[in-house]
DNA sequence: AGCTTTTTTGAACAATCATTCAAGTGGTGT
DNA sequence: ACACCACTTGAATGATTGTTCAAAAAAGCT
């Protein structure tokens, strides 16, 4: 078979899930081409090296991850019922026995030391996903309360991916949420 | 020389460094021979892998870190004093250039997935953490009332660890803090 | 059919990984 | 002075790392 048996975007989706999991150096070549069922020269044909798949794969995340936030918003009444749709479901997520967190965090985490340009990428996405919150809940409020606001609803949901990992932390991060952000029950 | 040249004190600080810093799957056993100026031999002598060497480093900086919050607690004349002063040392630190959050919240990030045993370590000594607030925050509030703004503010510190590696932060996050936490200013 | 192009294959690459170990070193106790 | 012990040394271990490449295989084009 000469014509390509595999397509880019579901490539990139099985190895999103690798590199989500296991993070950018416990994922090895060997892991990848078992993920994708492609071996090492398809891998490198089509993606350069594992640093510009895991970009890819990155990047891939980051604009799944943000066009969920504008679906969710859409699919709720005002911005303040979008936000805690997105929490809830957050919330959900972390009860997963294989829950990982972000990948953004993640990556954030495990690049910042090396100056890795793929720490920058991660860095700047998370600081688009504030501005994104930032312009919903303009609509609502002024502009210098919604910047605050949105920095708030920012430490909260990075404080809720970390928290996620203790076990049984669900109930307890619900009630959290409702004190640290009371103005999400405004109206 | 056949006596020790070093303690065994010293290189677990040099290696919490470079842990802290890289990560466990990043940091190379060569890394950690250059870091503590032993030899492959020695560390294997001393401590009997890299993963019992990354164990020990980390227990060693948790129970530096809760040492440390004890500490700032006797230093301050009340507990939300006490409380605000910790909080204010870790926006401090996020401003350094190799700022690389906190090791037990990377740790728990990197390692979750692969069911490891550090995982865990580094997940029971945030909730022990998160306990040890409990408790001082008895001090002034009911037990509900104590449990309930602990459970706040370890979201609010994980939150600022990660907000941290965000570019100039800092001075958003005081804000954050204070909208976020307004019982801290209590009395 | 024949030529070109694109993709797959799987072995092979050098480099690096964590770990081991026999030999060397020097202080301690007798 | 001698044996013992604790520790250091540095090379060597086999496995795994990310990456490359020549050869094969299949489709499109003329």
Redesign the interface.
Known sequence: MAKKNYQREDVLDKVITLFW???Y??SSVQQITKATGLKPGSIYHEFESKEKLFQEALARYASSSIGSIHQKMANTSNVNEGIKQILTDLIEQSKAC????CFL??T???L???GNSLYKFA?EQ??NIEKIYTQYLSLTYSEVQAK?YA??L??????????G???DSAN??I??IN???PWLNEH
């Open positions: 999991q296991q993070g150096a416990a294989d829950y990982c967190g965090i993640k954030q985490l495990e910042a030391s090396q860095s998370l600081a605050a920095a708030q920012m430490t909260v949901i990075f404080g809720i991916r970390i928290y990992y203790q076990a307890t991060i009630q959290t004190a640290l952000l």
